[in-house]
């Protein structure tokens, strides 16, 4: 965005990345609280906004989109009843059986916790997956074998999160669902919707797929619109749900501009639905956005202003893009900050084909850029091929040093025949 305007950001903390984009800009980043709208409405107007992005879950949910539109700022991202179809998994899942059941996987929404052993009974014995209703940080659903051992660990779960409420007021409890994970990051302005690349998510902590699950380590996506796990009939399966969710939200007057993050299973019977996000989606955005050639800034604006439709279709670059993503030590459970990082100046000098984005940084008082969250980079590179954008991107990664740091060594190892996801 800032190759092609000024960028103005207001974030939860100084991100050094950020920061130094809009300073070369001429915009500029301001700190505060990104759910309060207010705040983040009287930013714009101080700085004349032509086009606000709202990008992160929580400011959705607590309708900064909203505070935006009323004062007349052009905004991306949906209202807070349209992002509803993130915050909210009991809507989602309704929604999704109305317009897709085909793709719905079988459901119990339980709100009492003596009703969850009567629920999980109703599976037969199938392996389940609990999910809080809330929004999580895409570590809240819990599977029946990476992470449950048993029934009695999953209504134990269940019980835990209806006793905390913090994520929710139901837990969701689901069939177990066994295929290769996809997601399509669909850009809307309500009616019109363009559809990118598939990409591959990569969720759990450690290699193989094993560990808790995070907000992600990895993506991929390659040349074309599918990956060689799934065939164009999954895509195509895919593309349509998006547009019907997409539709049914503006028939019910829910403003769904933006991004639609939609994650789905490929299996013999089709695509399953998991989730949807109503923003960009961390990191498989960041693949999909190192292949984009059309300017962002303009694809953004017709989003936000009803003008997809005489859009020119959008172009994209040959070849690959993996992430990898460092993150700091004890991540997801309670991340060390505060270290320093050291390295970056040389993936910027040495690797053309590759560059560090910031997520969990800040900077110190004399200028170092030291941990600040759980994810704290992660390492973009582009290639011919795939396995050529991967050596690039763990070329760079192996410039970067932070003490205590994990990252999996398997991203793109193999995408014709990735690890198998559950949920």
């Not at 939860?12 to 500029?28: E, T």
């Not at 409405?41 to 101080?46: M, Q, V």
């Not at 999996?408 to 190892?413: E, G, L």
């Amino acid at each position: 965005m800032a190759e092609h305007s000024e960028l103005y950001a207001f974030a939860g903390h100084a991100n050094p990345s950020l920061l130094r984009y809009a300073d070369a800009s001429g915009g500029r980043l301001q700190t505060g609280d990104v759910c309060d709208a207010a705040a983040v409405a009287a930013f714009a107007r101080e700085h004349e906004i032509d086009l606000a992005m709202v990008s992160a879950d929580e400011p959705l949910q607590a309708g900064v989109v909203d505070a935006l539109l009323a004062q007349g700022t052009a905004a991306v991202g949906p209202t807070r009843d349209g992002a509803e179809i993130e915050w909210n998994k009991v809507f989602a899942r309704a929604l999704l059986l109305e317009v897709a059941p085909e793709a719905t996987p079988r459901l119990r929404v339980v709100q009492a916790p003596e009703r969850v052993d009567q629920a999980i009974a109703s599976f037969a014995g199938a392996p389940v997956v609990v999910k809080p209703s809330g929004l999580t940080g895409g570590k809240g659903v819990k599977v029946m074998g990476p992470h449950l051992a048993s029934h009695a660990d999953a209504a134990d779960y269940a019980r835990s999160l209806l006793a905390d409420r913090r994520h929710g007021d139901a837990v969701l409890i689901e069939e177990k669902i066994v295929g290769a994970e996809f997601t399509i990051q669909a850009i809307s302005d309500g009616s019109t919707v363009v559809f990118p690349p598939s990409t591959y998510d990569y969720p759990y902590r450690f290699d193989g797929d094993e560990g808790p699950g995070t907000g992600g380590m990895g993506s991929l996506t390659m040349p074309g619109p599918t990956l060689p796990f799934m065939s164009s009939a999954h895509y195509t399966q895919a593309c349509s749900i998006v547009q019907r969710v997409i539709e049914r939200l503006g028939a019910e007057g829910r403003r769904f501009t933006g991004v639609m993050n939609s994650g789905f299973f490929a299996t013999a019977d089709g695509v399953r639905v998991i989730e949807f996000n109503a923003r960009f989606g961390d990191p498989e955005t960041q693949v999909v956005l190192a292949r984009l050639k059309t300017p962002p800034a303009g694809l953004l604006r017709a989003a936000a202003t009803g003008q997809l439709a005489t859009f020119p279709e959008l172009r994209w670059s040959d070849g690959a893009a993996v992430t990898v993503v460092l993150a700091s030590f004890n991540y997801p459970d309670t991340p060390r900050t505060g270290d320093p990082i050291t390295g970056l100046a040389d993936v910027a000098e040495k690797d053309a084909h590759a560059y560090v984005l910031h997520a969990g940084t800040r900077l110190s008082p004399d200028g170092r850029v030291l941990s600040a969250g759980g994810r704290v980079l992660s390492i973009t590179a582009t290639g011919p091929t795939l396995p050529k954008a991967r050596d690039r991107a763990y070329r760079a990664l192996d410039r970067i040093a932070l003490d205590g740091a994990h990252h999996r060594t398997d991203i793109a190892a193999s995408a014709s025949a990735p690890p198998t996801h559950t949920g």
